[in-house]
């Protein structure tokens, strides 16, 4: 029952960790595409710009941001992964802190926006206008978004609980184990093996086989004695 509950359980840690994997994976695809964006409207505008040779070179930093974050999820993800089909309890261990400290992450981003006003001028200036428009999109679709990061939010959650659960079984299922081993160990000092009956050793002693029972007394009729002279 237990090892069926730990394998359904490891089931859903991989399903809940697909949600983290594919915002990684969407985020590193949108990364690209701005990539893309970024290196053509700077070729379109390198007559413009000859005095400045380093907007060749360096990507803003929302698109470093947005790819960073992209592969850091998708790290978590691939982790989280090998932890649910291994069940070991280092990954275990590793992934649920990861994933708590995401969550804190999260938790102050949210809480910075929603209590700090001012929170754009806190952010450095982006060449690219790709965080503007980032931003457009997100409040023209905010029911959207919000249903979205509510998801992620849970997903991270779910991870987490669910990865310190199935670490919680393994513990105890090493621990009986090993206790069971240790119990079977003493038995059998305790107990040493008897020898077998069959195939003994060749250099072993044979003794001649004999039988105890009561004395029996033999007499002579005197018949015998006559015919032997007596």
């Not at 994997?21 to 695809?29: N, Q, Y």
């Not at 969550?103 to 006003?117: C, E, F, K, P, R």
């Not at 990061?149 to 659960?165: E, N």
Request: aromatic fraction near 10%.
């Amino acid at each position: 029952m237990a090892r069926t509950m730990k394998k359904c359980l490891q089931s859903s840690l991989k399903i809940v960790n697909s949600v983290i994997a594919s915002l990684g994976i969407a985020m590193i695809f949108y990364g690209l595409w701005m990539v893309r964006v970024w290196g053509r409207d700077v070729c379109d505008d390198c007559d413009a710009h000859h005095h400045d040779q380093d907007l060749k070179t360096t990507l803003p930093w929302f698109i470093h941001a947005f790819l960073g974050i992209g592969i850091a999820l998708c790290g978590i993800a691939c982790l989280g992964h090998f932890a649910a089909k291994t069940a070991n309890i280092h990954c275990l261990s590793c992934y649920s802190i990861i994933i708590f400290i995401l969550i804190l992450l999260d938790t102050a981003m949210i809480a910075d926006v929603l209590l700090n006003s001012n929170w754009e001028k806190d952010l450095p200036d982006d060449p690219s206008g790709r965080f503007d428009d980032f931003k457009k999109f997100v409040q023209d679709n905010i029911h959207i978004c919000q249903w979205v990061a509510l998801l992620i939010f849970l997903s991270q959650g779910c991870s987490m609980l669910i990865a310190t659960i199935i670490r919680t079984l393994a513990e105890d299922e090493k621990y009986y184990q090993s206790h069971h081993d240790e119990e079977q160990v003493e038995g059998d000092h305790h107990h040493p093996p008897r020898m077998p009956l069959l195939n003994q050793p060749a250099n072993s002693q044979v003794f001649p086989a004999y039988v105890i029972g009561e004395p029996q007394l033999f007499y002579h009729c005197p018949e015998d004695w006559k015919s032997a002279g007596f």
